[in-house]
């Protein structure tokens, strides 16, 4: 039988949970022993749960992560369905290894590594395709677009806009995580005995989890450049403070500080936008026109503060208005 009739046999939910039994039964001409294939069932039961979680899982991500999100029909995802289908498989598994002999036991390990996988693809799958949190990414780069006025909430919307950064950072780097251990878990099947199991072709666990990784690259080259260019923000804030009160030299070396934040966090954007995918490519975007303009509104203002101290107060007026400039264009980047 080859692979094709096997995954239609195993591939949906309707596979028949039937127990094996051990049995005889008696003919005119001789009696007939069957065999108890109960832990046989069990296994492949439990591949083809497996299967079924790895196909819908792989059509999700080559549809919903593979293109931008204004083509993309597919509705939030959901992971309880997917870990309650792991978990029956699992089930399925140990019965396996109760039933069957110890030679097949090195098969019943593989389902339990392809369950550790997909168990790991649908986590790393479930951070990458939370829209509220990538809302929450978009939502801190508003805090640019009253960049040119100082408000009463600034402080406040910075420190909000910080925590959101650094929430979102953490869950990135625990689902990057869970990614590394997806690769490991991939890269250590054995591939001879996975492709003797009537599983889905081992390409489509590793292409799915290349889709993944791009995604999630992308999703954190994004928050960390927001991070740079909140702390820059911050530091461009406190010189701005300095320079009003005739701290020039302090200003100066904070408008320094937030420069170099800013060209850090567009080096970033800059470096990652290419490769990032269709659904980011705006906020990639938005992201570079700010830390751009931002960087050049650094550089005007620590002109500005050295000039000042210098006592040349018309060029300081000069370099200051052109940070002004530079602010009100990063305060339009989204509109772009």
């Not at 991500?61 to 959901?78: I, P, V």
């Not at 390409?203 to 889709?211: A, E, P, Q």
């Not at 060029?315 to 305060?331: H, N, V, W």
Request: with cysteine; aromatic share 4%.
């Amino acid at each position: 039988m080859n692979r094709r009739q096997q995954l239609a046999q195993l591939g949906g939910v309707g596979l028949a949970a039937l127990a094996g039994c051990l049995d005889t039964f008696r003919s005119d001409d001789a009696t007939v022993v069957i065999t108890d294939r109960t832990g046989q069932r069990a296994l492949d039961r439990a591949i083809g749960r497996l299967n079924e979680v790895a196909i819908e899982l792989g059509t999700r991500t080559d549809e919903n992560l593979g293109r931008g999100a204004q083509e993309s029909t597919e509705t939030a995802f959901e992971p309880t369905p997917y870990y309650e289908t792991i978990d029956a498989a699992r089930s399925a598994l140990d019965t396996a290894a109760d039933e069957l002999e110890a030679d097949r036991q090195s098969d019943v390990e593989i389902g339990r590594e392809y369950a550790d996988s997909l168990e790991a693809l649908v986590s790393v799958t479930a951070t990458v395709s939370d829209d509220e949190l990538s809302a929450e990414i978009e939502e801190v780069g508003t805090v640019f677009e009253e960049a040119g006025e100082e408000t009463d909430d600034t402080e406040t919307d910075l420190e909000q806009a910080t925590t959101t950064i650094e929430d979102r950072t953490a869950l990135l780097d625990e689902a990057r995580t869970t990614h590394e251990t997806a690769r490991t878990s991939i890269d250590g099947l054995d591939d001879a005995r996975f492709e003797a199991l009537p599983t889905i072709d081992l390409d489509r666990l590793t292409d799915g989890l290349s889709t993944l990784g791009t995604v999630l690259d992308a999703q954190t080259a994004l928050a960390s450049s927001y991070g740079d260019l909140l702390d820059g923000y911050a530091a461009l804030e406190a010189g701005r403070e300095f320079i009003d009160d005739g701290a020039y030299q302090e200003a100066e070396a904070a408008f320094v500080d937030a420069e170099s934040a800013f060209t850090t966090g567009r080096k970033t954007v800059a470096e990652n936008r290419d490769e990032a995918p269709a659904e980011l490519a705006a906020s990639f975007e938005t992201a570079h026109c700010q830390s751009s303009h931002l960087q050049s509104a650094a550089t005007a203002f620590a002109e500005a503060a050295a000039a000042a101290d210098n006592g040349n107060y018309l060029t300081a007026q000069e370099r200051r208005d052109e940070a002004d400039e530079s602010l009100g264009a990063a305060g339009e980047c989204g509109d772009q």
